[in-house]
């Protein structure tokens, strides 16, 4: 199985702040990585899919890049609701996973 | 609008079997795969596996293949979970999430409401 790192477990930032938030794979999965954010007692929300495309309704201020085994997830402004936990996911190969999940909160 | 309404939480005995279901509504029930995904509490999200109803194929997380059966029944639009031996440390929020992908497992689009599962003697 292909192993997603996450980096960092935590961070605290203020509102305002710029944020980037880093996933690497275990092996290269080209661009097949996603970015969910999940609040707490809901279901994940899908924001960023193939690394870079943002989904439908998605705030411009998150983007993604990367390719191969380095990814990351920047919000450029953080506002209050994007206090949450993110998670990155491979969708290279079966079965799917995830990485263990960023918390950020309110500094 | 694709949506998914999951069977209610569930309180089960050590060495036991749960089900769980999903019901999908809206778009091709049959050309998109479901995945299972669950989160123990205070922890991440973890794949269970998964089912593309349309060819049938299933995909699971090893540590799950000798205790998952993932089903689905095109009649009613709806994918079962079926874990067995249950243990303590299954107890979880059991997700089922569906991809708009055609013949791919991801993206994860559309969730479920989630499942509690708790193993409990």
């Known amino acids: 199985d292909i192993q997603m790192t996450q980096s960092p477990s935590s961070l605290s930032a203020s509102v305002g702040d710029r944020v980037t938030i880093t996933c690497r794979a275990s092996?290269?999965?080209?661009?097949?990585l996603n970015w969910y954010q999940q609040k707490p007692g809901k279901a994940p929300n899908l924001l960023i899919y193939?690394?870079?495309t943002l989904q439908s309704g998605v705030p411009s201020r998150f983007s993604g890049s990367g390719s191969g085994t380095d990814f990351t997830l920047t919000i450029s402004s953080l506002q209050p609701e994007d206090f949450a936990t993110y998670y990155c996911?491979?969708?290279?190969?079966?079965?799917?996973?995830f990485g263990q999940g960023t918390k950020l909160e309110i500094k | 609008q694709v949506q998914l309404v999951q069977s209610g939480a569930e309180v089960k005995k050590p060495g036991s079997s749960v089900k769980v279901s999903c019901k999908v509504s809206?778009?091709?029930?049959?050309?998109?795969?479901v995945s299972w995904v669950r989160q123990a509490p205070g922890q991440g999200l973890e794949f269970v596996g998964g089912?593309?109803?349309?060819?049938?194929?299933?995909s699971h997380a090893e540590k799950f293949q000798d205790r998952v059966i993932i089903s689905d029944d095109e009649s009613t639009n709806t994918v079962y979970m079926d874990l067995g031996s249950l243990r303590f440390d299954d107890t979880a929020v059991y997700y089922c999430?569906?991809?708009?992908?055609?013949?791919?497992?991801?993206?994860?689009?559309?969730w479920g409401q989630g499942t509690l599962v708790t193993v409990s003697s």
């Open positions: 999430a569906r991809t708009t992908s055609f013949g791919g497992w991801s993206p994860l689009v559309a």
């Open positions: 193939v690394a870079s």
């Open positions: 809206g778009g091709i029930f049959s050309d998109y795969a």
């Open positions: 996911q491979q969708s290279y190969s079966s079965p799917l996973t």
């Open positions: 089912i593309i109803p349309r060819s049938g194929t299933t």
């Open positions: 092996q290269s999965i080209s661009t097949y």
